[in-house]
Structures are given as C-alpha cells and as structure tokens.
C-alpha cells in the first residue's frame, strides 16, 4: 500500500512568489495533519483535517497560509506572498479517526523543502 | 518557550556503548511517542507510551513514561552504527479535545562510530 506522498520535494521560489504544497494521503485515512519544521526549530503543528473539514488550525502562522482538502481525499498548502521565513520543510501526516485523546498512529509523508529567497 | 524539551541535541558514541535521551516537560502528555527520522523522509514511529511509569521494550531500545506523564526516556543498549540518525519525541497534550495533534521535541542526532 502507498504511503503519504507530497508533492514537490523541493521548491525554491522568490520572497512574494506564491507556492502551492500537495498532499496525498494514505487511502481511507480521514485525519490529515500538516506540520512544518523551520531551521533550527523543532517540527510544529500547522493544521488538521477530518476528511474535509478544518479540526484544528490554531497553528497556521498567519492569513498568507491557506489550506484545502476538497472531497476529503488530497489537501493542499498555499503561501501567498511566500516570505523568508517561510522557509522550512513542509510535513504531511495522515492517520486513522481515533476519538479525542486515543492516538492513532500518524504516517508522516518525506516532506517538501521551501525555500524562499 | 519550548514545551517538550529534549536533551542532547547531539550524541556521538561508539559502537557498543549505551545511551540515554531524555525528553521533559512540565505540561502532562495523554500519550508520549518517540519516532526516528532518516534523511530525506519524514518521522517514523518507533513506541507509543500512554500509562504513567509505563516501560516498553523494542529490541535494544528500551522507552519509558515517566510516573506523572510529564517526560519520557529513550535508551539504546549496545548502540551500533546502524542505530545513527534522528530521534524524535512526541506527545499528546492531556486535556482538552487535541485529536491527534502533536507536540514535538527538538530532536537528537545521534551518531555511532564503527
């Protein structure tokens, strides 16, 4: 069975240029999280999804960083104006539902790595 | 401000020694994960500890949850080269309706020399 898959791998876009990230998660998978690890820093929490409906996005830096999953299957992360500390790498996760506080083991994709000049 | 701290961030030994990671908080954790990540992918899990004072075992990594579930070790027993790479721990937060979302420490590269 596939695994979490994200689309680019790399991406080195201008500061003010817009990047949209890709996601695929593993197939039946309802939950859909998004992390990011900038340099130096530890990976942190951006968003959540169950199926097509945002759980949680208490960590999305701010209005520039928008994201989708339309149809509850792929999600998408844009970045529009990208700036400079945007930079980082961008993670993917996806896990069966569990109910509140029950872990359920997330898949993490290979991540993208932006780079923003 | 760091929520999980975990310590050392670097750690290089020698083959056939053994080593401890830490992981410390003072928030409680409902669950307690440690993944290893190798270059150019993303975290895999290793363990998964939910109970206070909980060890388990896998191999020559023994994981531990501390009593009042606010830290976790790691500790490889006869490290070899082909434990070297990334450790990660990552919890739950107690309370609330958190759903999975994790909070990671910084990570410890750990390197073991033939």
């Known amino acids: 069975e596939a695994g979490v898959t994200q689309f680019p791998s790399h991406s080195v876009i201008e500061k003010g240029q817009t990047v949209t990230l890709r996601c695929d998660p593993i197939?039946?998978?309802?939950?859909l999280y998004w992390y990011r690890r900038v340099m130096g820093k530890e990976i942190k929490f951006l968003l959540h999804?169950?199926?097509?409906?945002?759980?949680?996005e208490s960590g999305m830096p701010n209005n520039r960083f928008l994201a989708e999953r339309t149809g509850g299957t792929y999600s998408t992360l844009k970045v529009q104006p990208a700036e400079l500390e945007d930079s980082g790498v961008y993670f993917c996760?996806?896990?069966?539902?569990?109910?509140?506080?029950?872990?359920?083991?997330?898949?993490f994709g290979p991540g993208t790595r932006l780079t923003v000049t | 401000t760091q929520l999980l701290e975990q310590s050392p961030q670097f750690l290089s030994i020698q083959e056939g020694e053994n080593l401890t990671v830490y992981c410390n908080s003072s928030s409680v954790f409902s669950s307690l994960q440690w993944y290893r990540q190798e270059p150019g992918e993303g975290p895999v899990l290793l363990v998964t500890v939910v109970t206070g004072g909980e060890v388990k075992k896998l191999k020559r990594l023994t994981f531990q949850f501390g009593d009042a579930r606010k830290d976790s070790s790691l500790h490889i027993t006869a490290a070899q080269p082909g434990d070297t790479g990334l450790y990660l721990c990552a919890g739950i937060r107690a309370g609330g309706t958190s759903y999975g979302k994790l909070t990671f420490g910084q990570g410890t590269i750990l390197t073991v020399h033939p």
């Open positions: 197939s039946g998978h309802d939950n």
């Open positions: 999804f169950v199926k097509e409906s945002k759980q949680d």
């Open positions: 996760a996806s896990s069966f539902w569990g109910v509140a506080g029950a872990p359920r083991e997330q898949y």
